[in-house]
């Protein structure tokens, strides 16, 4: 890997084209270096990881709406929309967005946390629908979620913007361009727009996972992915982007991050480098933000040594900065304590989901999030026992490079009526590559079939996991593999009405 200092430079500077962090993306996304097995087997995951928690999600009525919203842009030879028979087919960029939202809805698919956070399985709809549409390969779709994993990952590693209150979309739209200049073999030059493009449209601010969180959680990724698509073909038509995109005078880094004077230091593969940073990533167990996964495990192991839950006094887990602000006492949101806050809401609130898993043993990414759920009595004063702080020693391993000490949990102790005591850790969730149960292909499968049973039929699930698994052998136009197809009054019905509605 080579390390590359990012900077805003002045106009008069006139930064060269083969400097800037575009180009240098672009150039990693034009290299048509193999891809190595292992890594294919991981995207195989990913893509089955994908479609397990959208066919959960496809009749959730954020997922039924962003279809409906599709449905109104057919197209041909288009993509696929989740759900919906593979004969119907939609403009490419709006089959994204609605299997970006069901894919993002739950909050249940693959993570990556460095110095942002993120999500990059946010890749695989955008680059899926254009492959479908141009009729490439199973081995092309590869190679492009390669590139988008690789320069998601990237960009999280070096550029924190969660600190500027920017939403972390803003390096999904550049990393879904490069996967999809990659897919369809497209030279330097008009990559290097498209990502900057993608850019400078996918840059909002953090609101949307703040506060009272609304469903635009789930539909910010599928509109970066939707852009994303849209940049590339505009650029594919001989347009420009506004250059440079990170390191211009009024760019990225000079007015949105840190400003002149500050260098990002951002990880990209040399040339003829495989790209392997999927293999950095790590999918979710548990319905939840990713820093409660190991904070879930740990509540189903504490649970019995604390017994009788009515007689505690208080639980203060001790965790990293980012838990802590994000989804801990330290975020200062009142909502996070609300009974009556959404699903989404409750998702990034840490205080509720180790109250309720202490309660169940475990989780589940339905009825733990159910309003007579979180209404409960009992449930309601456990939660408002609990409380986060930021334990200096658990963020240094947060950001830690070695892999013996990167830790996502924390340090929980609990204080009894009594005055006993009653406290463990745990640093990584058992699903984690380095926990106590790694996921593996089974478990990849096990989730497919235990999210999609009563909404696809035994052999629709068995027909999508055998063509997920031949996934490098698909040929040319065959893609549509890769969709489902639910079983009759499965898909939900979207809130009436929105503009495509009228004249029908």
């Known amino acids: 890997m080579n390390t590359h200092e990012v900077r805003t430079y002045k106009s008069a500077e006139n930064l060269a084209r083969e400097d800037q962090l575009g180009w240098k993306i672009a150039e990693v996304a034009a290299d048509p270096v193999a891809v190595d097995d292992d890594v294919t087997e ?47 087919t939609i403009s490419p960029e709006w089959a994204a967005y609605a299997n970006g939202v069901a894919v993002r809805e739950l ?16 890749n695989i709809p955008p680059i899926l629908a254009v492959a479908q549409h141009t009729g490439k390969s199973g081995a092309d779709l590869i190679r492009g979620l390669a590139t988008g994993y690789e320069i998601q990952v990237d960009l999280v590693t070096g550029i924190c913007l969660h600190e500027h209150k920017i939403d972390h979309i803003a390096h999904l739209g550049p990393s879904a361009a490069a996967g999809i200049g990659t897919l369809l073999g497209l030279d330097t030059e008009t990559i290097y727009q498209a990502v900057q493009q993608a850019l400078h449209v996918t ?17 910010a990724p599928a509109f970066a992915g939707k852009m994303a698509i849209e940049a590339v073909d505009r650029v594919m038509r001989g347009e420009g982007a506004p250059s440079p995109a990170w390191e211009g005078e009024d760019g990225f880094i000079a007015y949105l991050l ?18 392997r940073a999927i293999l950095d990533t790590y999918t979710k167990e548990h319905s939840a933000e990713y820093q409660s996964q190991a904070l879930i495990d740990l509540a189903r192991r504490m649970g019995p040594k ?35 806050a959404s699903r989404e809401t409750l ?35 456990l939660w408002h026992k609990i409380s986060t702080t930021e334990d200096k020693e ?11 000490e990167k830790a996502f949990g924390g340090r929980v102790v609990v204080t009894m009526n009594d005055g006993s005591v009653i406290e463990d850790e745990l640093a990584l969730a058992d699903a984690h590559p380095d926990g106590a149960r790694p996921f593996v292909r089974e478990n990849y499968k096990n989730k497919f079939l235990t999210l999609s049973e009563g909404i696809l039929s035994a052999a ?45």
């Open 203 to 219: 840059t909002t601010t953090r609101q949307s996972r703040k506060g009272e969180i609304s469903s635009w959680k789930a539909y």
């Open 107 to 122: 909050d249940f698919h693959d993570t990556y946390l460095a110095a942002d956070y993120s999500h990059p399985g946010d």
């Open 460 to 504: 629709e699930q068995t027909r999508f996991l055998q063509a997920a698994e031949a996934l490098r052998d698909l040929k040319a136009g065959d893609l549509a593999a890769l969709n489902f197809v639910v079983e009759a009054g499965r898909l939900g019905d979207p809130r009436p009405t929105g503009i495509f509605d009228f004249g029908k």
């Open 394 to 404: 658990w963020t240094r391993r947060y950001h830690s490079k070695d892999p013996k």
């Open 347 to 381: 998702d990034h609130s840490i205080m509720y989901i180790f109250a309720v898993a202490l309660e169940d043993g475990g989780w589940h990414h339905e009825k733990s999030y159910a309003p007579e759920r979180a209404n409960r009595p009992e449930t309601v004063e």
């Open 42 to 88: 991981m995207i195989i995951n990913r893509i089955i990881d994908n479609a397990s928690v959208a066919a959960a999600s496809v009749a959730r009525r954020p997922v039924a709406s962003a279809r409906a919203q599709a449905m109104a842009h057919p197209y041909t030879p288009g993509a696929t929309v989740f759900g919906v028979d593979s004969g119907t």
């Open 258 to 275: 840190s400003g002149p004077g500050t260098v990002y230091n951002v990880p990209l593969p040399g040339k003829g480098e495989a790209k």
């Open 306 to 340: 604390i017994g009788d839950l009515s007689q505690i006094d208080n639980i203060v887990i001790h965790t990293s900065h980012h838990t802590h602000y994000v989804i801990g006492t330290g975020a200062g949101d009142p909502q996070k304590m609300d009974p009556k």
